[in-house]
Nanobody
């Protein structure tokens, strides 16, 4: 089992930055890929970014490339999402999710169904 808790969301203006954090509780760490998903208003949850375990290979949704950076701190069992130059379309509930596996391909496609453990989400609102 993996227990995930997100934090760091808030209300910001376009162009501002936020750093989301996800704290994991598990005895099988670090053998998980960690992903950030977003549920925008009226939309389904979609993959935003992902990072693999040992090699820390990353994936980013096209719309956030160059603005968001995912990272992980395995000794602390933490994963972060640094979000810069936020836009109104970035608004939504951000979820941290984990899937077990060491493969470099763990982040490929960011299929929601591949992630078995989810946090409760943290709200990010970008509005002027």
């Amino acid at each position: 089992q993996v227990h995930l808790v997100e934090s760091g969301g808030g209300l910001v203006q376009p162009g501002d930055s936020l750093r989301l954090s996800c704290a994991a509780s598990t005895h099988n760490w670090p053998y998980y890929a960690l992903g950030w998903f977003r549920r925008a208003p009226g939309k389904e949850r979609e993959g935003i970014s992902c990072i693999t375990s040992d090699e820390e290979i990353t994936y980013y949704k096209d719309s956030v490339k160059g603005r968001f950076t995912i990272s992980r701190d395995n000794p602390k069992k933490m994963v972060y999402l640094q979000m810069n130059n936020l836009k109104a379309d970035d608004t939504g509930v951000y979820y941290c999710a984990a899937r077990l596996g060491q493969s470099r391909a763990m982040c490929a496609g960011m299929n929601r169904t591949h992630y078995d453990w989810w946090g409760q989400g943290t709200q990010v609102t970008v509005s002027s």
